[in-house]
C-alpha cells in the first residue's frame, strides 16, 4: 500500500453503508472494528504531520503529530516502536483508519487510577498548576491534589512544585465522572513508616551508624539515618565551643555519628559526633595549672572577653578586665583579633564546669613596674591632664598610663577646684609622690615643685612671734587664719579678745588683718596656734618699752620725781582781810 503525501482529511463522519463496504473490503467484524477501541500496533514511519502505524489490519492508521501531549515522546518514536491508539474514525477517501494517542492515553490513565484506587497502589503525574485548595496533576486524565496532602510538612513554596513529577496514592476515584483526588502525603508518611521500622529496629545506643547531612540550623544539624532523620546538637559536634554548626559541617556531607539516645514512639533520636574522639578535658587539670604561660590561637571574640583555643576542643577565656593593664575597659576587637597568636597566662582551671580562665596582661610585666623602675618617688615627669574632677586631675604620663594630682597637691594655697589651676589638653609637670602597683594607682604632686612651704615655714618662725595675718574662715570655736599662702592657722575663741567674745562672728569678719602671735607650732600635724589678744599686749608693751628707751638714760626715777615736784610750788597763805572776808560770806 503506498504511503500517504499529506495527512488524511477529517471528514464529517461516514454512512453506514461506507461502513459496511469497508468491512466487507477488509473481512472486519463489528467487534474488531469498533470506534472508541483501544488497538495496539507498530509505527513504520513520522512525517512532519502524522505518523504512520500499523495496527494489524489489511489498513493502516494514522495519528496526527499534535495528538501526543508529550513532544519528547513523539521525538522519541522510530519505525517498529510500539504505541496504543484509540480507533476515533476512518478516512472514506483515503481509506485510512484515523487513531488517537491521547484518547488512548486518558483511557490507560482511568484504568490505572482505577485499578490504584482498588489495590491500594501508586500513580505518577506531573504537577501542572495551582487550583483553588491545592494542584492540578497530570496523570493522563486531570487529577486533583489538596494542599494539605502535598507534603508530610506544609509546603513554604508551593510554586517550587510545578512541573516535578511525582508518585501518588489514590483517595478518592470515580469512573462515571472521570474524577480523582490523590495524596503524596499518604505514600510519604507509609514510606516514612517503612523506614522508621528499619532503622529503629537495628540501632542501638553507642552504636556508630553513617548518614548524611540533611540541614542546619543553629542549635544543630538534621542528620538523614535512611529516611528518619538525628538531631546532632551543636554542643554534640565538638569537644570545643561553636557559634554555629556550620563551623564543621555542610548540606549534604557524609557523616559518621554515634547514637546517644532513641525514643521509637516520639520517633527522635539524638547522636554524637564529638563522642568518637576523647574527652580532651578528662585529663586538664595534669595539662595546665594555675600561673603557667602557654600559646593559643583566638577563635572568638564577644562583648566580655576573648576565648582562645589551646588545644583541639579546648578553649579559655580571656575576660575583658584580664585583657590589658589599663584602667578603662577595652572591647576585645580594638585588642586582639580571631586566628591571632597569643601568650596567655593561666589564671584558674576547672575540670568539672570545663572552664579555663586566662589573662592576657598578666603574661606581661605590670607597667607600673616597668614605670616604677624608670621613676621612683620624688623623679619628675611630664603629662598632658587628660581629665579634671572634683576632688583632682589626671595626667597621662605614658601612653595608656594615668597618675592623679589630688586638688591638695596643686598648690599651696588653698584650692575650691581643680579647673582654677589646671585644663583638659594641658601639658604639666610633676613630682612623683607614690606608686602603687598592686592598687595601680601613680600620685602625682605639683606644688611640691616649689619645695615644702611648710618646712621653710617652721625652720623660719618660733613661738611668740608676731605675725601679720587674715581671718579667712569664722566658726564657733575661732578663727581661721592665712599666715602666708598656703599655710593657715586657727585662732581660737579663748585668744581673740581680753574680753570675752561668745560669737566671733559677732566682733570679727572674713578678710580682716590682724597682728597674732604664734603660741605652738607642732611641725608633724603641720598647725600653728595663734593669740590676737596676746599679740596686742606684747605690742603695747614693746611701744611702752620704746618709749621708755628714748628717753634720757641718766634720768633715774627719782630725778623724775624732782622735776615732777618743781613744778609745785609752797601753798600761799591767805590774807587776813581776805580769810576773814570769806569767813563772813
Known amino acids: 500500500m503506498t504511503d500517504p503525501t499529506k495527512q ?3 471528514d464529517d463522519g461516514m454512512s453506514s453503508e461506507d461502513y459496511e463496504h469497508l468491512l466487507d473490503n477488509y473481512q472486519f467484524s463489528n467487534k474488531e472494528i469498533t470506534q472508541g477501541k483501544v488497538l495496539k500496533g507498530r509505527v513504520i514511519k513520522r512525517t512532519p504531520t502524522h505518523v504512520l502505524v500499523d495496527i494489524g489490519f489489511k489498513t493502516e492508521g494514522v495519528i496526527p503529530n499534535e495528538d501526543f501531549s508529550d513532544p519528547a515522546v513523539l521525538a522519541s518514536l522510530r519505525p517498529g516502536s510500539e504505541i496504543e491508539a484509540m480507533l476515533e474514525r476512518t478516512d472514506p477517501k483515503d481509506g485510512y483508519l484515523v487513531l488517537s494517542k491521547k484518547k488512548a492515553d486518558g483511557v490507560r490513565a482511568l484504568e490505572t487510577l482505577e485499578q490504584a484506587f482498588s489495590h491500594q497502589t501508586t500513580v ?28 508530610i510538612r506544609p509546603v513554604k513554596d508551593p510554586g517550587s512544585l510545578i512541573g516535578k513529577s511525582f508518585a501518588f496514592v489514590v483517595m478518592k476515584f470515580d469512573r462515571k465522572s472521570e474524577n480523582a483526588v490523590l495524596s503524596r502525603k499518604l505514600l510519604l508518611q507509609g514510606e516514612r513508616e517503612k523506614k522508621k521500622r528499619k532503622v529503629f529496629s537495628h540501632i542501638a545506643k553507642g552504636q556508630k551508624v553513617a548518614g548524611h547531612v540533611k540541614s542546619l540550623t543553629s542549635f544543630g544539624a538534621f542528620v538523614d539515618l535512611g529516611g528518619i532523620e538525628g538531631l546532632l546538637h551543636v554542643s554534640d559536634i565538638s569537644w570545643g565551643k561553636i557559634a554555629h554548626p556550620s563551623e564543621h559541617l555542610a548540606v549534604g556531607q557524609e557523616v559518621e555519628v554515634v547514637v546517644l539516645d532513641f525514643n521509637e514512639r516520639d520517633e527522635k533520636i539524638s547522636l554524637g559526633l564529638k563522642q568518637l574522639t576523647a574527652d580532651p578535658w578528662a585529663s586538664i587539670a595534669d595539662k595546665y595549672q594555675a600561673g603557667q604561660k602557654i600559646s593559643g590561637k583566638v577563635s572568638s571574640l564577644t562583648d566580655f572577653g576573648a576565648f582562645v583555643e589551646l588545644e583541639k576542643g579546648v578553649e579559655g577565656l580571656v575576660h575583658i578586665s584580664d585583657l590589658t593593664w589599663s584602667r578603662k575597659l577595652v572591647h576585645p576587637k580594638k585588642v586582639l583579633t580571631p586566628g591571632q597568636e597569643v601568650v596567655v597566662t593561666i589564671l584558674d582551671v576547672n575540670p ?14 605590670h607597667p607600673l613596674e616597668v614605670f616604677k623602675q624608670k621613676f621612683g618617688p620624688g623623679a619628675r615627669v611630664k603629662g598632658i591632664v587628660t581629665s579634671i574632677t572634683d576632688f583632682g586631675a589626671f595626667v597621662e604620663v605614658e601612653k595608656g598610663m594615668e597618675g592623679l594630682v589630688h586638688i591638695s597637691d596643686l598648690s599651696w594655697e588653698k584650692v575650691k577646684h581643680p579647673s582654677e589651676k589646671l585644663q583638659a589638653g594641658q601639658e604639666v609637670e610633676a613630682i612623683v609622690l607614690n606608686i602603687d602597683v598592686e592598687r595601680q594607682k601613680i600620685s602625682l604632686g605639683i606644688k611640691q615643685l616649689e619645695g615644702d612651704i611648710w618646712e621653710d615655714f617652721f625652720s623660719r618662725q618660733k613661738n611668740g612671734d608676731i605675725v601679720k595675718v587674715k581671718i579667712v574662715r ?12 598656703g599655710i593657715e592657722g586657727v585662732v581660737f575663741t579663748s585668744e581673740l579678745d581680753e574680753k570675752k567674745i561668745e560669737k566671733p562672728s559677732d566682733a570679727f569678719a572674713v578678710g580682716d588683718e590682724r597682728n597674732a602671735k604664734i603660741i605652738r607650732l607642732n611641725a608633724k600635724a603641720k598647725k600653728i596656734s595663734l593669740s590676737f589678744k596676746q ?5 603695747q608693751k614693746q611701744e611702752f618699752q620704746r618709749y621708755m628707751d628714748s628717753q634720757d638714760n641718766r634720768m633715774t626715777f627719782g630725778d623724775i620725781m624732782r622735776d615732777q615736784l618743781k613744778n609745785f610750788g609752797a601753798p600761799k597763805r591767805k590774807s587776813k582781810k581776805k580769810e576773814d572776808s570769806h569767813d563772813q560770806g
Do not use: C, N, W
Open 535 to 539: 599679740a596686742q599686749y606684747d605690742i
Open 474 to 485: 569664722l566658726t564657733d570655736f575661732g578663727a581661721f587664719v592665712e599666715i602666708v599662702p
Open 8 to 10: 488524511p482529511a477529517a
Open 124 to 151: 505518577t503525574g506531573v504537577i501542572t498548576g495551582r487550583t483553588r485548595g491545592g494542584f492540578s496533576v497530570d496523570t493522563g486524565v486531570p487529577a486533583f491534589l489538596p494542599e494539605s496532602h502535598a507534603d
Open 352 to 365: 568539672a564546669t570545663k572552664r579555663i580562665s586566662l589573662g592576657l596582661k598578666q603574661a606581661s610585666p
